[in-house]
Structure formats: C-alpha cells, structure tokens
C-alpha cells in the first residue's frame, strides 16, 4: 500500500477520513452546510468520538457526486490512539471498493511521531497475503492501495520514510515467513527468503550446515532434525551499526518450520498451525532487517536456528540423552519439546562466538503460555531486572504488549534428570516457567538474557488494529523499539 504525505486535500474521488477526539465537536464545523446531517449520522451510529468507533456517511464530493466520510474517534486529543485512527480507517475500506483514502489530521493535534504512526498502522493493517487465493470473489479482493495523509506536521513525512517504513518492511518480512506453509518455508527456503529480503540492506549473513554444527557438537539441535528430509540451518544475520568493538546485543529466534511434535506426535486437528512455530525466528529476521534499513547507531546480531521436527525411523525418541554444545546432556523427555533443544544450542553458540552479554530469545515455545496469558501479552522471564524492565517498556510503547513471569530455583528443580545433567520437560504445572529454567540453564554467569514465549501472538484468527487474520508480525517491532531506546539511546 501507497503512503503519501500531502499539504491540501486531494481532488478527486476518495474516501475521506476525519479524527473525532471524543466529544469534541469542532471537527464537524469543516463540514460547513452539511454538519447537521455528518452530526445526525454519527447520533443514529450511537457514535461519541470513542477510540476506534466509526461512523459512516456521505457528502458531497467535488466532482459531483457524494463521497465516503468516515468519523474515526481518538478518544481524546494527543498521540495515544493515533494507530487505531489508520488501522481503523484501512480495515474498513481495504475491500469497500475505494482506492484511495485520504486521512485529514488537520487540527487533530498529533506530532509528527503520532502522524507518522497514522501512516505505519494504515499500512500493518492493509497488508494481505493472498498469493494462493485465486478464486477470490469482487467483494473480497483488495481495492485500497493508496492512504493520503493531509494536515500533518511537516516533521511527519520525514518521521515516516527514516523510522516507521523500515519497520513496516520488517514486519511484512515476518508475516510472510510466518504465513507460508511448511512445503514452502523450510530451514534452507527460510534462509533464501532472508537472503532475498535483505539485498542492499547491509546485513552481514552467514549460514552454518549439518556438517559445521555437528563440529561444534550442536547436539541439542541436531537431534530435533534427525527425523526430517530437511536439512537444518543456523542463521547468523549481523549489523554493524555502532561504534566499532561495541558488545553487540544479540537476537535468537526459535525457527521450527513445522512441528509435528515428533514421536511425540501431536493431535491431528489443528497440527496445520504448526507452520507458525518459527514465528520466533521469523521475528528476529524481521526485526533484524528493520534495524538494518533504517541504520540503526547499533550492533546486533540475529540468529535463527532453523530445523523440521518430523516422526521417522531416525528421529530422536522420548529417553533419548543427547549432549548440547555447551556440554551439558539432556534426557529428552518428550519430542514435541524440542524448541528448547534448539535455542540451548543457540544461546551457547551466541557466547561463546561473539561474547554475547545481552540476549534475548523468542520462541512460539509452550501452549501453557497461551493457558496462562492468553493472545493478549508474551511472557517475558528474565535474570536481570533492567533488562526486563526494558522489555516491558518497549513493548508497552511498540504495541507488542509483555507480562513478567517468575524464574526460581524451586521451579529449576523440577528440570533434573535422574540420568543426565537436565530433562526437557517438568511436570504439567508451571511448563512455561520450567521451559524457561531450561533455558537459563545454558546462559553464562554474567550474561543479561531475557526469553519470550510468543506462542499466543504470532498468529490471531480475529483482525485487529494492525493487522488482519493470520500472522501478526509480533515482536519486531518490540525489538526494534528495544534497541532505540537502549542501545542507541
């Protein structure tokens, strides 16, 4: 979608969108001898300005004819709902048949960041993906491909094309990849995507192979694998951004292509879902190439580890022992808890590699997150309390919305093994956390690390705000404000 930044309303036909803050009424006076019929309109709507309400009437166009107006209410005046007023608008026309909207902020009093959010909701919310639709009927296809934004500072446009079009672009690399299915994203198909999107952005990319984590004795890892046609991948995506020799802040996404749960075989009904189990990695790819295309004064390193867990005769068993990079062996309990297996290995490769002292994982890890959270927040567990504190504030100003969860030794426990170092599962009670002391089990004394279970958010069956059905692009931008606000602060 089309995002312009203009000083006068265009002419010609569009749809024409109008912030109402509440019940401020000085809006309806731009409406001159048709007040009282926009006034009338928005009564029988029982609309009152409230923060994403609409309401819907027509007046008359320059043309001639009549033209679509759509109140959009703020709730009140200022930036806070500034993304509800674009995704709002776009939800509603992107298949009304309109194809160009414009958004009149003239008097609304948003900054230019508030403006500039107008835009990037406008454009989350009209992203679709329907490369394999192809019977799709009029009333269901796609019509608006243009948002006009008018009245904005003239900070807004700037704001805009520098900050938030980078992030959009990240997001829809997320989307994407989350989106497709398992035939088309695999390990070494992730990778290419990446690759593909990341063209001229300045990433540093690098891709380890079966051979080359099997000399660094990724056992964890490879183990997950063993059962699939497909070879697994390890993903290293760096940005050089900051000042030269600066400890970078390092990314690991869970990239579990499909789940099947191994011989641990999950239920059939909705198995489909499991495309999304990379919705981790694809997270961090997003947000990697969002920090990377609006040059962020930042080192970071992404990594993806990228692997298919599939039931055959050489997939791994429930029992089996495998030994992780950092030398520590693992009793595999159940297959189908395998995303720690594969970020164990990752988070140790990150330290010892690069020196990693800040690190932040996300995977789609446990269905008790989903028991415990919902779809409305990610868990966030962390050993260092600024960093969580930092996490809870950037997804509190991104969107991309965290819940603190517990870490203790009572809950670690419950991961030892009566055979090896450590077990993959606890018992039932508490699997998200225990999940979590797995992982901390593999951090290093010193090292700042914060994991995210994203399981209920990566993917929504209802539309909201910022995007339609489907994959939700959750965590880049979470990332990417992360990173503004603390390494390049």
């Not at 290419?192 to 001229?200: F, P, W, Y």
């Not at 290293?236 to 390092?250: D, E, V």
């Not at 080192?299 to 030398?327: F, Y």
């Not at 189908?336 to 995977?363: H, N």
Request: one cysteine or more; charged letters at 20%.
């Amino acid at each position: 979608m089309q995002i312009r930044f203009v000083a006068n309303r265009p002419s010609g036909s569009h749809a024409l969108i109008v912030p109402i803050a509440g019940s401020d009424r000085s809006a309806y006076e731009a409406f001159g001898g048709e007040q009282a019929a926009v006034l009338g309109a928005a009564r029988l709507q029982r609309f009152d300005g409230e923060a994403g309400g609409v309401a819907e009437a027509y007046v008359a166009a320059d043309n001639g004819g009549a033209r679509r107006l759509l109140l959009v209410g703020t709730g009140s005046p200022g930036d806070e709902n500034a993304e509800k007023l674009g995704g709002t608008a776009v939800g509603r026309l992107i298949t009304s048949g309109e194809t160009t909207a414009v958004i009149d902020l003239s008097g609304s009093g948003f900054s230019p960041d508030g403006a500039a959010k107008v835009a990037l909701a406008s454009a989350l919310r009209g992203w679709r993906y329907d490369r394999y639709r192809t019977k799709l009927k009029d009333k269901q296809k796609v019509t608006l491909t243009e948002v006009v934004i008018v009245g904005a500072p003239p900070e807004a446009e700037a704001r805009w094309t520098e900050r938030y079009q980078a992030v959009l672009d990240g997001v829809a690399l997320t989307r994407e990849l989350v989106t497709e299915p398992a035939n088309i994203i695999y390990p070494e198909s992730f990778v290419e995507r990446c690759r593909s999107a990341m063209v001229g952005s300045g990433l540093e990319i690098e891709v380890l192979d079966r051979p080359a984590m099997e000399q660094l004795g990724m056992g964890a890892l490879l183990g997950v694998s063993l059962g699939s046609a497909r070879e697994p991948q390890l993903l290293i995506m760096k940005w050089n951004g900051g000042a030269a020799g600066a400890a970078p802040l390092t990314f690991i996404g869970k990239g579990v292509t499909f789940d099947t749960g191994g011989i641990s075989i999950k239920p059939a009904a909705g198995m489909e879902s499991m495309k999304w189990d990379m919705g981790g990695a694809g997270a961090v790819a997003g947000a990697m190439l969002a920090i990377a295309k609006r040059k962020a004064k930042a080192n970071v390193i992404g990594i993806c580890g990228l692997v298919e867990n599939m039931p055959d005769g050489k997939a791994q068993r429930p029992g089996d022992v495998v030994t992780s990079m950092s030398g520590q062996t693992i009793e595999v309990i159940n297959t189908d808890a395998e995303g720690r297996l594969v970020l164990g290995d990752a988070l140790t490769y990150a330290q010892r590699t690069y020196g990693s002292k800040l690190i932040v994982d996300l995977a789609t890890l446990t269905g008790a997150m989903v028991i415990s959270l919902g779809h409305e927040y990610g868990g966030v567990f962390a050993n260092d309390d600024g960093l969580a504190n930092d996490l809870l504030a950037a997804g509190a100003a991104s969107g991309d919305k965290l819940w603190r969860m517990p870490l203790g030794e009572a809950y670690d426990r419950l991961i030892d093994s009566p055979i090896a170092d450590i077990k993959n599962v606890g018992p039932r009670e508490g699997g998200s956390i225990t999940a979590a002391q797995f992982l901390q089990r593999f951090v290093d004394e010193g090292v700042k690390w914060a994991h995210l279970d994203v399981a209920g958010v990566v993917w929504s069956d209802k539309p909201s705000t910022t995007h339609e059905k489907g994959a939700t692009g959750f965590g880049v931008r979470l990332l990417d404000q992360l990173v503004e606000a603390t390494a390049e602060a």
